[in-house]
Structures are given as structure tokens and as C-alpha cells.
């Protein structure tokens, strides 16, 4: 499972003073298959900023969670297995149910987060905007460092 961002097509003249109008390729794989779609453009800062969130509330007690996108119907429903801990991942509108453990799951949302950190550094995107990524970070691998 991966959370795939692209990034390369970002060019400094096209960044503003907010980087949450910036919309870049996301989407989730899971063996091949991709949700939305495998080129899936979205407003991915503000996405990115929403699923960690999400993932906060499994961590800190809720079982069940959803991933959402702003651009189209789309979500993604997790169920949590605290015992076992398997998350079952189901894209709405497929029919297939996806299932990793949430460590996976946490690592694949904290290396997205990381690759869009390290595009905006590379820009030269706002501070404001790189720490809110930079904080994201943290609590993933905080969360990893639990497991």
C-alpha cells in the first residue's frame, strides 16, 4: 500500500503566498489498483493536513475513520483491528476491501508527507507552509515510534 504524490510537475513560478490552492497528483495504490485514479489531481496540502487528522483519531481511540478527498465524491472508509492491528481500507465505490496493518498505513501517509516537504523546500514555498508539514511528520513518526 502507498499513498503516491507526484510532485515533479510543480514549478516555482507557479507557487503563491498559499500553497493549499496547489494541486498536485495523489492517489492511493493498493497491488496495482489506484484510488481515485492513478493521476488523480487534488488539492493535496489540504488533503494531506485532513488524513493526518484522521489518522490521529484511530490513533487516539476511534475504530472507524474516514480519508477524504475535496475534488470529486471520493473517500476512503478504515476500520481499525486494535488487537490484531489491521486496518481495513474501503475507496468508495469499489467494491474490493483493502487490508494492511496500520503501521503500513501510517508510513505510506508520513513518506507523501515527506515528499511534499521536501518539494517545498526545494521551491522555496513559505516557512508557514513547510512547518504544518513538518509538524505532520512528527506525529506520524511519533506514532510509529508506539508501535
Known sequence: MQIKVRTDKLQPEVVN???????????????????????????????????????????????KASFVFMDGPYSIEVRYNREAREVEIMPKGIRNTWKTDIRELIEALAQAVNAVYQTFVELGIQEKERIFFKRYFEILESYLSSL
Open 17 to 63: 503566498e498559499d500553497a493549499s490552492t496547489l494541486l498536485f497528483e495523489i492517489a492511493w495504490e493498493f497491488d496495482g489498483l489506484y484510488y481515485p485514479e492513478e493521476n488523480w489531481t487534488d488539492f493535496a496540502c489540504v488533503i494531506i493536513g485532513w488524513w493526518v487528522s484522521t489518522v490521529v483519531k484511530i490513533m487516539e481511540g476511534e475504530d
